[in-house]
Structures are given as structure tokens and as C-alpha cells.
């Protein structure tokens, strides 16, 4: 049960683009279409972006997207808001009711 | 609306025990997993345990196997966690959380742990 590999920090300049990856193994994010995506502001609790790879909860803007390649997962933000930046986390299912958490990337809009 | 509200965090000492609840409202309880997942503070969010609808499926992370127990009343729309042989490096923020396959839909606020002497 190792911790998703995510960069540490990333940045961009509003109405830029982003992309964070989000590396596993093929018992986790190659394994199964269950990749998950959540942004955390300081204080707060996660909030879900991203589920099932590259579905987007009711509310979510499309400027966030996910897709995956082989084990490793990617989050996408588009015309990046200064309200966009915060800490976001990967999530992958790894079978028999185990999740797995990525490490964290905070992201930064300069 | 989905609403998920912990209680039972607190300061303990290490070697000692906490049982944390989650109240469930605004969906069918019984119809989903539940989870407890953490976060240390300044770190990141860790998985802790999951537990199916009928809570016949369990399963918990290695840094907590043996230790924790998961479980579940479904009549009362209620998770447990029931925490022994507490270490600092349990101390965290807990979070309940409604649980599908590809994510966590739903997070309650989250209640403090603190192990300490």
C-alpha cells in the first residue's frame, strides 16, 4: 500500500493550463478505472473533483478534467483561477475494498 | 442533502484508545461503503479503513491493521471507529467519508485526534 507518486508543487499563471500527474502500479491505477481526483483549500476537506478516471461531479467546472495512461493518471486544469489554487490529491481504488492515496501537489497560481 | 457528521476526537495518551462516530443523513446508508481516511498535520490524506453496506466487507491499512476496528449500524445510520493501542503518529484530523469504487462522493468535517503525553 504505497502512496501514489504525485509532484510535490506545480504552477501556472491564471488562464494557463496544468497538468498533475499521479504515477501507480498495475495492482492500482493500472488495474482499475477507479482514479479519483480532490482539491483541498487549508482547513477544509477534500473536495471531490474527479471520479472514475475522467467523470466530473455535478458542479464541478469543465475547465477540470482526468484521464489515465497505462499506471499512471492525470488531472488537468484549464484557464487556471486564482480560486484554483490549493492541494490536490489522486486516489486509486487497488482492489478488495483498499484505496490508496497520492502524496499531495500543491499547486500554485502565480 | 448528504450530510456527514463526526464526533469523538480528542486528546489521549499513547497506548490509549478513542471510538470515533459518524451520523450519516440524507441518503441510504446501508446502500454504500464507508470509509475513515487521515491526515496528519501538515501531511497529506492517508486511507485508513473501508466497510462494505452490509458491513461484511472490511479491510484496513497496514499501519493500522490489529489496532482499529471498523463497523457499522445501519439501523442507526451510524460508522465507528474504535481506535486502541494509540501511537503519535496516529494523531490526525478523521475524516468519515461515503464511498464508491472510482472515489469518496462525500467528506464529513473531520474530527481531531491527538496523541499525546
Known amino acids: 500500500q504505497s502512496a501514489l507518486t504525485q509532484p510535490r508543487s506545480v504552477s501556472g499563471s491564471p488562464g494557463q493550463s496544468v497538468t498533475i500527474s499521479c504515477t501507480g502500479t498495475s495492482s492500482d491505477v493500472g488495474g482499475y478505472n477507479y482514479v479519483s481526483w480532490y482539491q483541498q483549500h487549508p482547513g477544509k476537506a477534500p473536495k471531490l473533483m474527479i471520479y472514475d478516471v475522467n467523470k466530473r461531479p455535478s458542479g464541478v467546472p469543465d475547465r477540470f478534467s482526468g484521464s489515465k495512461s497505462g499506471n499512471t493518471a492525470s488531472l488537468t486544469i484549464s484557464g487556471l483561477q486564482t480560486e484554483d489554487e490549493a492541494d490536490y490529491y489522486c486516489c486509486s481504488y487497488a482492489g478488495t475494498y483498499i484505496w490508496v492515496f497520492g502524496e499531495g501537489t500543491k499547486l500554485t497560481v502565480l | 442533502e448528504v450530510q456527514l457528521l463526526e464526533s469523538g476526537g480528542g486528546l489521549v495518551q499513547p497506548g490509549g484508545s478513542l471510538r470515533l462516530s459518524c451520523a450519516a443523513s440524507?441518503?441510504?446508508?446501508?446502500?454504500?461503503?464507508m470509509s475513515w481516511v487521515r491526515q496528519a498535520p501538515g501531511k497529506g490524506l492517508e486511507w485508513v479503513s473501508a466497510?462494505?453496506?452490509?458491513?461484511?466487507?472490511?479491510h484496513y491499512a497496514d499501519s493500522v491493521k490489529g489496532r482499529f476496528t471498523i463497523s457499522r449500524d445501519n439501523s442507526k445510520n451510524t460508522l465507528c471507529l474504535q481506535m486502541n493501542s494509540l501511537r503519535a503518529e496516529d494523531t490526525a484530523v478523521y475524516y468519515c467519508a461515503k464511498t464508491l469504487y472510482g472515489g469518496v462522493d462525500y467528506w464529513g468535517q473531520g474530527t481531531l485526534v491527538t496523541v499525546s503525553s
Open positions: 466497510i462494505g453496506g452490509g458491513g461484511g466487507s472490511i
Open positions: 440524507g441518503f441510504t446508508f446501508s446502500n454504500y461503503a
